[in-house]
């Protein structure tokens, strides 16, 4: 375990200018993997015994100019390409797309706003103080359980007056598009790297310009991609638009108007009764496949799904018009891997526990009206700015770290759940599945990582982390535990 996470994380030599910044890059991941509590930056210090001193460094890190989240990234898509058993759907990878909140209490932290929250769980507030993020994984496992790894999350609303000040004639303003049309361009990014793909999106992502944003990439980029959505109950669809007579005037763009939900009525003796494999079992299903246009002005051709699963009606959506009905079903309920990814990223690697703030920066206003100008734009000092910038930085480095950590347990729950017990090391009640959880990974490192650092000495895994040790006598008595 310990020699394959060596030889991974050697790939991202060549994304730091300088050896240190390597070196604190490696230490972060192996800490991140394995820490036992989510205290700040301090429980890598401690869990990995290392000298108290080094805590600035470890700081400044996330500030540094000698590495960039670009590279980190793209080197971070061609590792889990080259390293984890992808699941593909005929020739494409199935990627999923969602956006997370994470709640932060800081007045001095740039990005942080006012936000939303739609949930039927009583313990989240309605509405909350903090950051939007937007991530992208990758489905990866094997038949007795899925994995979502994630590849992307970056900060995605709030910080459009930010990326402004990087604007040039040559270069135009980052992120001033949606939530839902950046999602899209993160999901080229990928595609990209590991080919032809298909995005799992929530029906929020349904609107005109994620598709236009899709179909302009897609006319650009030699990689294909198709998104599988979900659509609301109240979507109304159009049907082909009837052949032009001879005579004047353009010809139509839409047929006759179709209400979806009254389909699951007037179409009821249509619909196809099934067997499909849904999260994880087989579940009885019918279901009634349509193409027709949507979208006010786009009217885009678009296969509907109409699907009755236990007692209960959705309707799918999908850009590929010969998908299988059958398949798009099965695909979509890949979806909430993410979600699951996401609970990961929170309980088990903190990867939102991040305190990053500048001095530079304005206090928040909690009851700044819309109509009010944002504090921001009085920013016009170029160091200000450039601290602010940092700090954002910081920000999305450190949760591209936890991503890469997270990913790492996957990836090694994935190849080692066959040699390793998890009961040996680790009190559970209950096996749920064959594929240790990321939890179990974590686990196991934490008890074992200095004893394999001290039976691989050559490691350079194992010479970075023993530079950085408090002493010898502590190191001894570590590994001795």
């Given at each position: 375990?310990?020699?394959?996470?060596?030889?991974?994380?050697?790939?991202?030599?060549?994304?730091?200018?300088?050896?240190?910044?390597?070196?604190?890059?490696?230490?972060?991941?192996?800490?991140?993997?394995?820490?036992?509590?989510?205290?700040?930056?301090?429980?890598?210090?401690?869990?990995?015994?290392?000298?108290?001193?080094?805590?600035?460094?470890?700081?400044?890190?996330?500030?540094?100019?000698?590495?960039?989240?670009?590279?980190?990234?793209?080197?971070?898509?061609?590792?889990?390409?080259?390293?984890?058993?992808?699941?593909?759907?005929?020739?494409?990878?199935?990627?999923?797309?969602?956006?997370?909140?994470?709640?932060?209490?800081?007045?001095?932290?740039?990005?942080?706003?006012?936000?939303?929250?739609?949930?039927?769980?009583?313990?989240?507030?309605?509405?909350?103080?903090?950051?939007?993020?937007?991530?992208?994984?990758?489905?990866?496992?094997?038949?007795?359980?899925?994995?979502?790894?994630?590849?992307?999350?970056?900060?995605?609303?709030?910080?459009?007056?930010?990326?402004?000040?990087?604007?040039?004639?040559?270069?135009?303003?980052?992120?001033?598009?949606?939530?839902?049309?950046?999602?899209?361009?993160?999901?080229?990014?990928?595609?990209?790297?590991?080919?032809?793909?298909?995005?799992?999106?929530?029906?929020?992502f349904l609107s005109v310009n994620a598709?236009?944003?899709?179909?302009?990439?897609?006319?650009?980029?030699?990689?294909?991609?198709?998104?599988?959505?979900?659509?609301?109950?109240?979507?109304?669809?159009?049907?082909?638009?009837?052949?032009?007579?001879?005579?004047?005037?353009?010809?139509?763009?839409?047929?006759?108007?179709?209400?979806?939900?009254?389909?699951?009525?007037?179409?009821?003796?249509?619909?196809?009764?099934?067997?499909?494999?849904?999260?994880?079992?087989?579940?009885?299903?019918?279901?009634?496949?349509?193409?027709?246009?949507?979208?006010?002005?786009?009217?885009?051709?678009?296969?509907?799904?109409?699907?009755?699963?236990?007692?209960?009606?959705?309707?799918?959506?999908?850009?590929?018009?010969?998908?299988?009905?059958?398949?798009?079903?099965?695909?979509?309920?890949?979806?909430?891997?993410?979600?699951?990814?996401?609970?990961?990223?929170?309980?088990?690697?903190?990867?939102?526990?991040?305190?990053?703030?500048?001095?530079?920066?304005?206090?928040?206003?909690?009851?700044?009206?819309?109509?009010?100008?944002?504090?921001?734009?009085?920013?016009?000092?170029?160091?200000?700015?450039?601290?602010?910038?940092?700090?954002?930085?910081?920000?999305?480095?450190?949760?591209?770290?936890?991503?890469?950590?997270?990913?790492?347990?996957?990836?090694?729950?994935?190849?080692f759940s066959g040699t390793v017990n998890?009961?040996?090391?680790?009190?559970?009640?209950?096996?749920?599945?064959?594929?240790?959880?990321?939890?179990?990974?974590?686990?196991?490192?934490?008890?074992?990582?200095?004893?394999?650092l001290g039976k691989n000495k050559d490691?350079?895994?194992?010479?970075?982390?023993?530079?950085?040790?408090?002493?010898?006598?502590?190191?001894?008595?570590?590994?001795?535990?």
């Amino acid at each position: 375990m310990i020699k394959l996470l060596d030889k991974i994380l050697n790939n991202f030599r060549n994304c730091f200018t300088r050896q240190a910044s390597f070196n604190w890059f490696v230490i972060i991941i192996i800490g991140l993997m394995l820490r036992s509590d989510t205290l700040g930056l301090t429980s890598i210090i401690r869990d990995l015994g290392l000298a108290p001193m080094h805590y600035e460094s470890i700081l400044h890190f996330f500030h540094s100019s000698s590495w960039s989240i670009e590279s980190i990234s793209a080197k971070w898509f061609e590792v889990v390409k080259n390293f984890a058993p992808l699941y593909y759907e005929g020739e494409a990878v199935v990627l999923i797309g969602d956006g997370v909140k994470q709640a932060k209490e800081a007045r001095k932290m740039p990005g942080v706003k006012k936000l939303h929250q739609e949930s039927e769980n009583c313990s989240k507030a309605e509405y909350i103080f903090g950051h939007m993020f937007g991530g992208i994984g990758v489905l990866s496992g094997t038949s007795s359980k899925f994995f979502c790894i994630p590849l992307l999350i970056t900060l995605q609303d709030g910080v459009k007056d930010f990326f402004k000040w990087q604007a040039s004639e040559d270069k135009p303003a980052e992120r001033q598009e949606s939530h839902v049309v950046q999602t899209v361009e993160n999901a080229f990014k990928v595609a990209k790297v590991l080919g032809k793909a298909i995005l799992l999106l929530d029906r929020y992502f349904l609107s005109v310009n994620a598709l236009e944003k899709l179909s302009n990439l897609n006319k650009k980029n030699q990689y294909q991609m198709n998104i599988i959505t979900k659509a609301k109950r109240s979507c109304i669809a159009y049907e082909q638009p009837p052949l032009k007579k001879v005579g004047r005037g353009r010809p139509a763009k839409k047929g006759p108007s179709v209400k979806l939900q009254r389909l699951f009525a007037t179409k009821k003796d249509a619909f196809t009764t099934t067997q499909v494999m849904m999260y994880g079992k087989e579940e009885t299903i019918s279901y009634y496949c349509i193409n027709l246009l949507w979208g006010q002005k786009l009217y885009q051709e678009l296969r509907f799904v109409l699907v009755n699963y236990q007692g209960k009606q959705c309707i799918l959506v999908s850009t590929d018009l010969e998908q299988n009905p059958e398949a798009i079903i099965r695909l979509y309920s890949y979806r909430f891997k993410i979600e699951c990814t996401f609970r990961e990223m929170k309980q088990v690697i903190g990867g939102f526990s991040y305190q990053f703030w500048s001095k530079s920066m304005p206090k928040l206003n909690r009851y700044q009206k819309k109509d009010m100008p944002h504090p921001i734009a009085g920013i016009t000092d170029s160091k200000d700015r450039k601290r602010i910038l940092k700090t954002l930085q910081a920000i999305e480095g450190y949760v591209m770290c936890s991503c890469i950590a997270l990913g790492l347990l996957q990836i090694l729950a994935i190849q080692f759940s066959g040699t390793v017990n998890p009961i040996s090391f680790r009190y559970l009640r209950t096996l749920s599945k064959e594929t240790m959880s990321e939890a179990s990974v974590a686990c196991y490192l934490r008890k074992s990582i200095f004893r394999s650092l001290g039976k691989n000495k050559d490691l350079i895994i194992t010479r970075i982390i023993k530079s950085k040790q408090e002493d010898l006598e502590f190191d001894e008595v570590r590994q001795a535990s």
